[in-house]
């Protein structure tokens, strides 16, 4: 294992529509560009693309996002949505049900844990 690993010397791997979650509004496409995953497969991290749709949510893992473009609406089950845009930089924790709806295109810098 490389102690530090230096992103701009790495080859993001294109993964088209490998999102988990379930589709519920929409006809959302996805693309990942993995910058880095851990040996163990546990930690992730790269940009996320998504066209507008809507998802239904249930995260495993703890998130790390910084909109770089586009508009969603997050809504945590039983709370109010939180409207999210290009420049916000936000946290989602394990265990956090909802949806997911994606208004304009987005493009998030991500990081799972």
């Given at each position: 294992?490389?102690?530090?690993?230096?992103?701009?010397?790495?080859?993001?791997?294109?993964?088209?529509?490998a999102c988990?979650?379930?589709?519920?509004?929409?006809?959302?496409?996805?693309?990942?560009?993995?910058?880095?995953?851990?040996?163990?497969?546990?930690?992730?991290?790269?940009?996320?693309?998504?066209?507008?749709?809507?998802?239904?949510?249930?995260?495993?893992?703890?998130?790390?996002?910084?909109?770089?473009?586009?508009?969603?609406?997050?809504t945590p089950?039983?709370?109010?949505?939180?409207?999210?845009?290009?420049?916000?930089?936000?946290?989602?924790?394990?265990?956090?049900?909802?949806?997911?709806?994606?208004?304009?295109?987005?493009?998030?810098?991500?990081?799972?844990?």
């Open positions: 294992m490389q102690p530090i690993t230096v992103l701009r010397d790495t080859t993001p791997v294109p993964v088209l529509d988990k979650w379930e589709r519920i509004g929409g006809d959302p496409h996805t693309v990942n560009l993995n910058a880095y995953t851990s040996e163990d497969g546990k930690k992730i991290m790269g940009t996320w693309i998504c066209t507008p749709g809507k998802w239904r949510v249930a995260y495993d893992k703890w998130e790390y996002c910084h909109f770089q473009e586009g508009y969603c609406i997050i089950d039983g709370q109010e949505p939180i409207h999210l845009r290009a420049g916000d930089i936000f946290v989602v924790e394990p265990g956090m049900k909802g949806t997911w709806e994606v208004v304009e295109t987005v493009r998030k810098y991500f990081v799972f844990a």
